[in-house]
């Protein structure tokens, strides 16, 4: 017959506590009795009533050594992490002091390798200085460039160091032309809202020409200021026509100053044109692969 409600209740805790009163029967009279007998008892316990328990002691265990396992599996891989992150950074540098040691060969003492320093004070952006002057014989004007190409100019000389702007400072000008030599014009820095946002454009062309998207843009060597051939950037798009007489072109930079830590700088004794330094027709928009030098 079956019990429903208060009586039910009741039963249920008349069977705990007559369970407990037991338990603790056992537990003082366990100690009389010859081993043999309490090792049966234990087994029968652990077999039984204590096996929920037991079960229960296994999982928490098990738990704790499986996130013991994923804590150290996490270690591993960040430790991987980290091995992987400057291994490829190591051969990131490695690959552009490759590229620059190949120009270094081709340009020969007209250009000074050194190791460009970034002030990191407020007002100095788009500025940096290296570590050759005027004892080395760079003079103010002088280009700074990269395997890459144009990195920025020498503005100011000193005895053994000198400081230089890149196409980031908002006075950075530079007479530049299509690498066919079809289309000269200027170019400059566009600020943006925020300064991660600056442009190149190539100003002042004419309106009648028709400049492709990709095209090479190089420094012309018109101002006397830089030499001719030097990359700049390729034409991404039309920036402006200001009525039928002139069009403006956004570039996409050769070179990207901020990552810049190793450059070229040129001397006195640095030739007009540099357009043999790098193969016009084979720069792609991610790098500039080695060059053969004169006379090979």
Same mark, same amino acid.
Do not use: C
């Given at each position: 017959?079956?019990?429903?409600g208060?009586? *039910? @209740?009741?039963? =249920?805790?008349?069977?705990?506590v007559?369970?407990?009163v037991?338990?603790?029967?056992? !537990?003082? $009279?366990?100690?009389?009795?010859?081993e043999?007998?309490?090792?049966?008892?234990?087994?029968?316990?652990?077999?039984?009533?204590?096996?929920?328990?037991?079960?229960?002691?296994q999982?928490?265990?098990?738990?704790?050594a499986?996130?013991?396992?994923?804590?150290?599996?996490?270690?591993?891989?960040?430790?991987?992490?980290a091995?992987?992150?400057?291994q490829?950074?190591?051969?990131?540098e490695?690959r552009?002091?490759?590229?620059?040691?190949?120009?270094?060969?081709?340009?020969?003492?007209?250009?000074?390798?050194t190791?460009?320093?970034?002030?990191?004070?407020?007002?100095?952006?788009?500025?940096?200085?290296?570590?050759?002057?005027f004892?080395?014989g760079?003079r103010?004007?002088?280009?700074?460039?990269s395997?890459?190409?144009?990195?920025g100019?020498i *503005? @100011?000389?000193? =005895?053994r160091?000198?400081?230089?702007?890149?196409?980031?400072?908002?006075?950075?000008? !530079?007479? $530049?032309m299509?690498?066919?030599?079809?289309?000269?014009?200027?170019?400059e820095?566009?600020?943006?809202?925020?300064?991660?946002?600056?442009?190149?454009m190539?100003?002042?062309?004419?309106?009648?020409?028709?400049v492709?998207?990709g095209?090479?843009?190089?420094?012309?060597?018109?101002?006397?200021?830089?030499?001719?051939?030097?990359?700049?950037?390729?034409?991404?798009?039309?920036a402006?026509?200001?009525g039928?007489?002139r069009k403006?072109?956004?570039?996409?930079p050769?070179?990207e100053?901020?990552?810049?830590?190793?450059?070229?700088?040129e001397?006195?004794?640095?030739?007009?044109?540099?357009?043999?330094?790098?193969?016009?027709?084979?720069?792609?928009a991610?790098?500039?692969?080695?060059?053969?030098?004169?006379?090979?």
């Amino acid at each position: 017959m079956a019990v429903y409600g208060p009586e *039910r @209740e009741t039963q =249920g805790g008349r069977r705990q506590v007559t369970f407990a009163v037991g338990v603790m029967m056992l !537990a003082l $009279a366990t100690p009389y009795l010859s081993e043999g007998v309490q090792q049966e008892i234990a087994f029968t316990l652990q077999a039984s009533a204590l096996q929920p328990f037991i079960a229960t002691q296994q999982r928490l265990t098990e738990t704790r050594a499986n996130a013991d396992r994923i804590d150290y599996l996490q270690s591993e891989l960040d430790s991987l992490s980290a091995v992987v992150s400057t291994q490829s950074a190591l051969a990131d540098e490695n690959r552009t002091l490759r590229e620059l040691l190949g120009l270094t060969e081709r340009a020969g003492p007209a250009f000074l390798p050194t190791t460009v320093l970034r002030p990191g004070t407020p007002g100095s952006e788009g500025m940096f200085l290296v570590e050759v002057g005027f004892d080395e014989g760079v003079r103010e004007g002088a280009a700074v460039v990269s395997a890459r190409g144009l990195v920025g100019v020498i *503005r @100011e000389v000193r =005895g053994r160091s000198s400081v230089g702007m890149d196409w980031n400072n908002p006075d950075f000008r !530079a007479s $530049a032309m299509l690498v066919d030599g079809t289309t000269f014009g200027i170019v400059e820095n566009v600020r943006g809202t925020f300064r991660e946002q600056d442009r190149l454009m190539l100003n002042g062309t004419a309106y009648h020409e028709d400049v492709r998207e990709g095209t090479l843009v190089v420094t012309s060597g018109l101002s006397g200021v830089l030499p001719r051939g030097i990359p700049i950037g390729r034409v991404e798009s039309t920036a402006e026509v200001q009525g039928g007489w002139r069009k403006s072109y956004w570039l996409r930079p050769a070179v990207e100053p901020g990552s810049v830590t190793h450059v070229l700088v040129e001397t006195v004794d640095g030739p007009p044109d540099l357009t043999v330094l790098w193969a016009a027709d084979s720069l792609s928009a991610d790098r500039v692969p080695a060059l053969p030098g004169p006379g090979r």
